[in-house]
């Protein structure tokens, strides 16, 4: 008897989800062998991260465990450190101490998704949130109860300014539906839980590059070839967000960011303690270094049958795909056409055994759509227009249908009901360990003050680029006594010591910071390696 067909698939998204659809009977009477390699042992659904961050829903709600919906698939949950394609095997490491596995292929499907695209400005990577893992969606929705909780005690006006503050950058759908999420979050729990704080005091500041938000429908993004322009429904979305006290600003870009501020391409700096990035994604850099033919942005090319281009028996769909769209164009970043290419995928696999010739993709989307708060949304099916609480209605269903777990939907229907009941949940968690070192990355830029004179704290500041200097205040004069640079250091020695000089950026600096007390048991634990040179 001949051993089964291998198939080993990169990454535990909908393109895996689809895959598995069409390969499952094949697993099962035993032709097939299929492998999901993935980072976690979870699937993430993206649709419902506005609401886990605004505490509408429980945080594990927009969880499925990998290992239910990919039955009766083998789970490998592991780090892909390397992609041979030559040799036909992938090599991953275990986060628990990096021992390595090879695992080898008759078939590769590769669908490893996208990653913020760090690289779009300065201080983006250090100070900017964004929504594209489950961790980063939960330490955004620690973020934002952190910050009521500091501006409730806080009495510097300016300070409590930025506190209250919440910069959003990027108009498309998922800047957009944060913002509303996160205005509408906003009201309800200063309403309920927050009286020292007032409603006029914080402010929810969404800026676009564009001409209008939401540039999906706009007409003025889009990938495939029969993507159309529905102006009035980005006028309508417009107006709502207006009303709900979004502030807007379109035709306007992030130029940098720093822990407490954003400077904007019209000038404008705009006080902010929390900044959320949606500005756009790209392939995984391990995408990117695959010798094979990418487009433009990155993206592996693949023929209509959803093959890479020049590579036998490899595959690829979802955002790391170039996959061509049946009405011209590329297919959009969107869970149903990755969980589609995962289909067409999984048969085309079939008939290659069969050795009948691979099917093209032919699926085309029925709709679009996006929430704009206060249960309403616009969204546009086949071209029908839809706009208010019933296109919010079928939205939510709709979204529900492609949750992957059967009981995550029932979850999710009882936390929606809950929060209509009792508020939304305004518990902040972590599971950090109180144990480990603080180690942060920080960017500041000219002119910005890093340490005030006389102002407490705790923190050391390791310049790993730039220059600062140390200001001396005095009867309201300044004095420059010095100038700071890479591998130099200041700050506070002491806990909660007063800092004796004003430090401010003279350059564009990047710092490394960790608490004074755990800097010195670090100093003490190099201490050998130090003198061994």
């Known amino acids: 008897m001949s051993r089964p067909v ?147 005690i806080e009495t510097d006006p300016g300070e409590r300014r930025r506190l209250l503050t919440f910069f959003i950058a990027g108009g498309g759908y998922a800047g957009t539906e944060i913002a509303a999420a996160l205005c509408e979050h906003l009201h309800s729990l200063i309403r309920r839980d927050y009286p020292a704080i007032r409603r006029d005091e914080c402010r929810v500041v969404l800026v676009h590059p564009g001409a209008t938000i939401l540039p999906e429908l706009a007409g003025t993004r889009g990938e495939s070839g029969d993507r159309k322009a529905f102006p009035r429904l980005v006028a309508y979305a417009t107006r709502h967000l207006q009303r709900m006290g979004v502030e807007l600003m379109t035709e306007t870009r992030v130029v940098w960011t720093t822990p407490g501020e954003v400077g904007l391409s019209n000038g404008q700096r705009i006080p902010a303690r929390t900044i959320i990035s949606a500005v756009g994604t790209r392939p995984a850099r391990l995408i990117e270094q695959l010798l094979v033919a990418h487009d433009a942005g990155g993206r592996l090319l693949v023929d209509d049958s959803l093959q890479v281009k020049d590579q036998a028996q490899v595959w690829a769909g979802g955002d790391c795909a170039a996959v061509p769209h049946p009405s011209g164009g590329v297919c959009p970043p969107v869970a149903v056409y990755a969980l589609e290419h995962g289909k067409t995928i999984g048969q085309n696999i079939l ?21 704009i708060g206060r249960r309403h949304a616009v969204a546009e099916v086949k071209g029908f227009e839809m706009q208010g609480r019933m296109a919010w209605i079928i939205g939510r269903l709709l979204l529900l249908m492609y949750v992957p777990s059967p009981e995550r939907r029932l979850r999710l229907l009882i936390d929606w009901l809950m929060s209509w009941l009792w508020g939304r949940n305004a518990v902040e968690t972590s599971a950090a360990d109180a144990d480990d070192y603080e180690i942060t990355h920080h960017v500041f830029q000219p002119g910005e003050t890093i340490v005030e004179q006389g102002q407490r704290g705790r923190y050391i500041y390791l310049i790993a680029e730039g220059e600062v200097e140390q200001i001396e205040r005095s009867a309201g004069h300044e004095t420059i006594r010095d100038t700071l640079g890479p591998g130099e250091r200041f700050g506070y020695t002491t806990r909660q010591a007063a800092a004796p000089q004003t430090i401010r950026a003279r350059t564009t600096v990047r710092v490394v910071t960790i608490p004074c007390e755990q800097a010195a048991q670090l100093q003490q634990l190099l201490a050998p390696l130090t003198a061994a040179k």
């Open 6 to 152: 291998r198939v080993l698939m990169l990454g535990g998204g909908y393109v895996a989800i689809g895959l598995l659809q069409k390969l499952r009977p094949a697993i099962k009477r035993g032709a097939v062998e299929v492998t999901v390699i993935s980072r976690e042992n979870y699937h993430v659904f993206h649709g419902f991260v506005p609401d886990m961050v605004t505490g509408r829903i429980s945080a594990d709600q927009i969880l499925s465990p990998n290992r239910r919906i990919f039955k009766p698939a083998r789970i490998h949950v592991a780090e892909i450190e390397a992609i041979d394609l030559q040799a036909r095997r992938v090599t991953t490491s275990r986060k628990f101490d990096g021992r390595s596995y090879e695992l080898e292929y008759d078939h590769l499907v590769i669908g490893l998704g996208s990653r913020d695209h760090l690289e779009a400005y300065p201080g983006l990577a250090e100070h900017a949130f964004r929504l594209k893992t489950f961790d980063d969606s939960f330490q955004l929705r620690n973020h934002i109860l952190t910050m009521l909780e500091l501006a409730a």
């Open 351 to 371: 008939n290659t055994i069969q050795n009948q010739p691979p099917a093209p993709f032919r699926f085309v989307s029925f709709g679009q759509g996006v929430a």
